[in-house]
């Protein structure tokens, strides 16, 4: 196991004229992993850069920064106003730091649709349809001319068997594979899919989580026209696990809604390895849109939404488009 | 001079499944080249692609096509909702087709700051804050591998020199002036000063054309908070010829503010061998407005804006500012 490098020794002061490199609130591995990596490249490129966490890191991420002997970058709560900012995996407001419109955001390296972001002069976006950031990174990585670094190449890979499910979402994209391929030897892994397990069943060694920390785990608020809705996925190799706890998430989502004024909470729980999709639906409003967005019934507060595994590609649009009619 | 390309060849009909590419309303040469150069480009990379403007060719643009040996690409007022699109050189729904919103836009590449622009899915977006979309396009075709052929070369050295008034734009930067030189030999150009002088010239030479008409050359709709402007500029080697025209153009001024129900028109001429910016300003709000954001005084309809020759990096930021407050 390598010493973490010296990039992450994290100030606990945050410099104007440091660029502060975050992914989004609720970070998963992709989110946690392309800031570290876009801050180190920024810093070999001579920009100097810092990355942060805007939440717990989950439990796949512990895992992953755990075997890459590296400790986790610093929680970001807000920075002032003016503050020199690179957004990573979101671009969304309702993803990021509450203050966003206020930050000075000089880079975006993402694979999501572009939501409300703005900035207040030409800055330098990268936005590529592709299963990962890190795919985008590694892009990067060669148009700079820098080659990856095997704490990197770990990191990035990481990443993209955390993003595409190992391949099995319908995200992933051929960019995807063939950087997993490159990534991999860099990184000092040979067995990509003992490695990709390995990963999935920390996430899913739920042990005695809270069933809010469950639903938050990999959780997103999304405006839909005049609604916000919060939806959450557990990706889990042990789904049964989830549904024994079916009462209690169901609870929590209905806390979850009135706490934070929102008009849906749904919750997917993704059978990794049997890429299925079945969601928890904790009232009939829910329900409604459920049947009317999917054309799934509810019952017993769960949808079985078959092989629609990715809330990105899949969930989200079709929601967007129920709502927009 | 060569014969056009065959990707001039225009269609009437727009496919779905096509993509559509353009520049923004009111183009100038940086727009109308980029869509050239881009759709091209994306036709070779195996997505095919069909330039488009949204207005008429102003006197600079029409000469360097005239002098490129090609054709203007169609005018475009339209597109059916749900059309693929590529945008180059704005963002902004206020300089784009009406319907934008409805549009599928798949790719943007552009150097403005981020406006109000959102895409319906993960698109590719290439922002990055040069001196001009042109540079951004060489650096893309870099990536893709293709080498540039002399007829595009000359397109994007137009657009350098056009958007960077030769290099004197404080929007300059050091990536245009290489991108500027590597590109002049495979354009055939040895002489590019007196390539830059004629395309001012022929940008100056701009005989009986009406008031309204030359307003609206170089105009974009900016939205600042709750208000909206309309700025304009003219770039030219001959401002006496421009101040010659003052009470003519302060009234076109009025009447475009009424019609288009905007709360400010400003229209800089800019003194491109000089690099000065004298404004006209029609009325005492402008006046107003001019006062604060500028600290400058309006006499006679003139406010002399000194070397803040740069629409984008100059007097949009200051007025932002100013109605931010």
């Known amino acids: 196991m390598q010493t973490p490098p010296p990039r992450c020794g994290l100030q606990s002061s945050t410099l104007l004229g440091m660029i502060s490199v975050f992914g989004h609130l609720n970070p998963d591995t992709d989110a946690v992993t392309a800031a570290l990596v876009y801050a180190h490249l920024l810093s070999r490129s001579g920009t100097p850069a810092t990355a ?42 309702a993803q990021s730091l509450p203050n966003l419109a206020e930050l000075d955001v000089r880079y975006v390296v993402d694979h999501h649709k572009l939501g409300d972001l703005t900035t207040s002069q030409p800055a330098s976006l990268r936005f590529e349809p592709l299963g990962c950031t890190a795919t985008l990174l590694l892009k990067l990585h060669r148009e700079a001319g820098l080659s990856i670094e095997p704490v990197d190449a770990r990191l990035l890979l990481s990443a993209i068997l955390s993003d595409t499910l190992h391949f099995r979402s319908p995200t992933t994209t051929v960019a995807d594979r063939d950087a997993a391929a490159f990534l991999a030897p860099i990184a000092g892994i040979d067995d990509v899919a003992g490695y990709a397990m390995q990963m999935f069943a920390a996430k899913s060694n739920l042990g005695d989580i809270a069933a809010d920390k469950l639903l938050k785990m990999d959780y997103k608020v999304f405006p839909f026209g005049t609604q916000t809705w919060g939806i959450g996925v557990v990706e889990t190799t042990n789904p049964a696990y989830v549904f024994g706890r079916q009462a209690e998430l169901l609870s929590a989502m209905q806390a979850e809604k009135a706490a934070a004024q929102l008009d849906g909470v749904l919750l997917g729980v993704v059978d990794i390895l049997n890429e299925t999709n079945r969601m928890l639906v904790p009232s009939e409003t829910e329900a409604g849109v459920v049947q009317a967005a999917f054309g799934v019934e509810t019952q017993g507060g769960l949808a079985d939404l078959g092989q629609l595994i990715s809330r990105k590609k899949q969930i989200i649009p079709a929601l967007e488009a129920y709502f927009s009619t």
């Open 52 to 93: 942060y966490r805007l939440g717990d890191l989950n439990l796949e991420t512990a895992y992953v920064l755990r075997e890459a002997g590296l400790d986790a970058p610093e929680l970001l709560f807000s920075l002032p106003a003016g503050s020199l900012v690179a957004l990573v995996d979101h671009n969304e407001s």
